[in-house]
């Protein structure tokens, strides 16, 4: 099986009510796999992957979505159809926002359960006093009717660990894998990024 991903923008916006309205631009990314046919070498023809997107692309910004889980459900029902057309298997979607966050499913997952991801950035003073520029990602498991802010429910988080050295800020990070919401949602991994070290940790 040859897998293959492309990638469209698409510009989104959430009404959650007629008077709460905001708007995501994405970079919609969707994996997919078909076997190669032994006599042309061929796979699927990815003119014709690419005009699924576009078509995708104009049909979810022409109108208001109520929540990202609608989005998805939406984006995942559009490309299993024109999949199955061509006998392919849609293996992956990541709609991957401008100010830093996603979220994304795979084919190994059920279809309600997503995963969000939010980056976080801390200023680090350890006790040499060398500076360093962190980046926290949290990756959220949604769960089916979860209305929680991951990205609020990381900043609390953040308020209790530690930047004095960074085996303490692992420490704190690390006994928050596995926090659970009251919807059941929880922090599946969390990653550290030292940015001006260059090296990164992931816990657990």
């Not at 492309?6 to 009404?15: Q, T």
């Not at 042309?40 to 690419?50: A, C, E, K």
């Not at 308020?159 to 929880?186: I, T, W, Y």
């Amino acid at each position: 099986m040859l897998q293959f991903v492309r990638e469209v923008p698409i510009s989104i916006v959430i009404e959650e009510a007629p008077s709460q309205r905001r708007g995501f631009l994405f970079h919609l990314a969707a994996g997919f796999s078909k076997s190669v046919d032994p006599l042309s070498g061929m796979t699927v023809n990815l003119v014709l992957v690419d005009q699924w997107l576009a078509d995708l692309k104009a049909n979810l910004e022409k109108d208001f979505h109520t929540s990202f889980a609608d989005v998805m459900a939406l984006t995942r029902r559009n490309l299993l159809e024109n999949a199955d057309k061509e006998a392919a298997h849609l293996v992956s979607l990541s709609f991957r926002e401008e100010r830093g966050w996603s979220f994304s499913w795979r084919e190994s997952e059920p279809p309600e359960v997503l995963n969000f991801s939010y980056s976080h950035y801390l200023e680090s003073f350890p006790k040499d006093e060398k500076f360093d520029l962190l980046k926290v990602i949290f990756h959220w498991r949604r769960l089916p009717g979860c209305e929680e802010d991951f990205q609020h429910e990381g900043f609390k988080l953040l308020k209790g660990v530690s930047l004095r050295e960074s085996v303490d800020l692992q420490e704190d990070l690390s006994q928050c894998v596995g926090h659970r919401l009251s919807s059941g949602s929880f922090l599946q991994k969390v990653e550290i990024q030292y940015l001006g070290a260059e090296y990164s940790v992931s816990l657990p």
